[in-house]
């Protein structure tokens, strides 16, 4: 294969390949690759699409819509990944490193229902369609009453899934929703205050071997630096929490004038108990500012509190 193509490893549902296109756009105008067969998309089937319908907590946790894709970059199937990043590890694999971050779409969750348009307009003992702890968590702190059942595949799936009537409603994340052009389904966008989301959610992060300088090089004027700031704060705050999806971990930093704002939270799965955390700090400071929220709020809960 001719150096000059690029091969762009990613996941291949619908929302995956959506991403990967928006990669292949953005270098087409920023880097010049624009010439057909410039760019190559490969879909990589992951852990994380063959779990079926366990819940991903069970079946292992983050890193499961990462794992394969990582293998074929580290052994140069592809040249570099795109992936969502708050489906990452804390910590990335040896020889891997993050080049660009793409200007964040909304960070928030959104509500999807045929019911009602907010969650305190759910009926009592309304069904909760969701796999992810820390929606469900979220969720049984404001309303203790939801029976949360389990829904999982892509956006597709669980929207039909919805209109079926397997669940009352779900939440997803407004970003995969907007790339899909899918936004119309939402019930309502979720305040951070009601449904803190994952660390990193909305960000695409763009993957490569960490000792090629050539894909560094072309992915430069990709990244995106608030992005990539806030990403830093919500990221150290994950790693200082040893966090994974086994765990209700959420996070949301934004910048304003030069100042990072962080607001974190770890929540009981069953929603008995709910910690939040704020810091304020400068830019520059955006990964040491999500570690001390972490070290609070590790201390806070205790070494028993996602047991």
Same mark, same amino acid.
């Given at each position: 294969?001719?150096?000059?193509?690029?091969?762009?490893?990613?996941?291949?549902?619908? /929302?995956? %390949? @959506?991403?990967? =296109?928006?990669?292949?756009?953005?270098?087409?105008?920023?880097?010049?690759?624009?010439?057909?067969?410039?760019?190559?998309?490969?879909?990589? $089937?992951?852990?994380?699409?063959?779990?079926?319908?366990?819940?991903?907590?069970?079946?292992?946790?983050?890193?499961?819509?990462?794992?394969?894709?990582?293998?074929? /970059?580290? @052994?140069?199937?592809?040249?570099?990944?795109?992936?969502?990043?708050?489906?990452?590890?804390?910590? &990335?694999?040896?020889?891997?490193?993050?080049?660009? !971050? &793409?200007?964040?779409?909304?960070?928030?969750?959104?509500?999807?229902? /045929?019911?009602?348009?907010?969650? *305190?307009?759910?009926?009592?003992? #309304?069904?909760?369609?969701?796999?992810?702890?820390?929606?469900?968590? %979220?969720?049984?702190?404001?309303?203790?009453?939801?029976?949360?059942?389990?829904?999982?595949?892509?956006?597709?799936?669980?929207?039909?899934?919805?209109?079926?009537?397997? *669940?009352?409603?779900?939440?997803?994340?407004?970003?995969?929703?907007?790339?899909?052009?899918?936004?119309?389904?939402?019930?309502?966008?979720?305040?951070? =205050?009601?449904? /803190?989301?994952?660390?990193?959610?909305?960000?695409?992060?763009?993957?490569?071997?960490?000792?090629?300088?050539?894909?560094?090089?072309?992915? #430069?004027?990709?990244?995106?630096?608030?992005?990539?700031? !806030?990403?830093?704060?919500?990221?150290?705050?994950?790693?200082?929490?040893?966090?994974? !999806?086994?765990?209700?971990?959420?996070?949301?930093?934004?910048?304003?004038?030069?100042?990072?704002?962080?607001?974190?939270?770890?929540?009981?799965?069953?929603?008995?108990?709910?910690?939040?955390?704020?810091?304020?700090?400068?830019?520059?400071?955006?990964?040491?500012?999500? $570690?001390?929220?972490?070290?609070?709020?590790?201390?806070?809960?205790?070494?028993?509190?996602? #047991?």
């Amino acid at each position: 294969m001719a150096p000059s193509v690029l091969r762009i490893g990613t996941r291949g549902s619908p /929302l995956a %390949l @959506a991403q990967a =296109d928006e990669l292949r756009r953005r270098l087409a105008a920023e880097a010049a690759l624009a010439a057909p067969g410039a760019v190559e998309i490969v879909a990589i $089937r992951t852990s994380g699409d063959r779990t079926g319908e366990r819940p991903l907590a069970s079946a292992g946790g983050k890193g499961l819509f990462t794992k394969e894709i990582e293998e074929a /970059l580290l @052994a140069g199937r592809i040249d570099l990944a795109i992936h969502s990043m708050k489906d990452m590890t804390a910590t &990335l694999p040896k020889g891997l490193a993050i080049a660009a !971050c &793409l200007p964040r779409e909304d960070p928030r969750d959104a509500l999807l229902s /045929l019911r009602a348009k907010s969650l *305190a307009a759910l009926p009592q003992g #309304a069904r909760l369609g969701t796999s992810s702890l820390r929606r469900k968590a %979220l969720a049984l702190v404001a309303r203790p009453d939801f029976a949360i059942v389990p829904l999982r595949g892509n956006v597709g799936t669980r929207l039909a899934k919805l209109e079926a009537g397997n *669940a009352d409603a779900t939440v997803l994340a407004v970003a995969g929703l907007k790339r899909l052009g899918l936004a119309g389904h939402i019930a309502a966008i979720l305040s951070p =205050d009601e449904m /803190l989301p994952a660390p990193a959610q909305g960000v695409l992060a763009v993957e490569i071997r960490e000792d090629d300088m050539r894909v560094r090089r072309l992915l #430069a004027p990709l990244d995106h630096a608030e992005t990539a700031t !806030c990403a830093a704060a919500e990221r150290a705050f994950l790693a200082a929490l040893d966090g994974s !999806c086994r765990t209700p971990i959420a996070a949301l930093a934004t910048l304003a004038g030069g100042r990072l704002a962080l607001d974190a939270a770890i929540a009981r799965p069953d929603g008995g108990a709910l910690h939040r955390t704020h810091r304020d700090g400068l830019a520059g400071d955006a990964a040491a500012l999500g $570690r001390d929220a972490g070290a609070e709020l590790k201390t806070r809960g205790g070494p028993g509190f996602f #047991a």
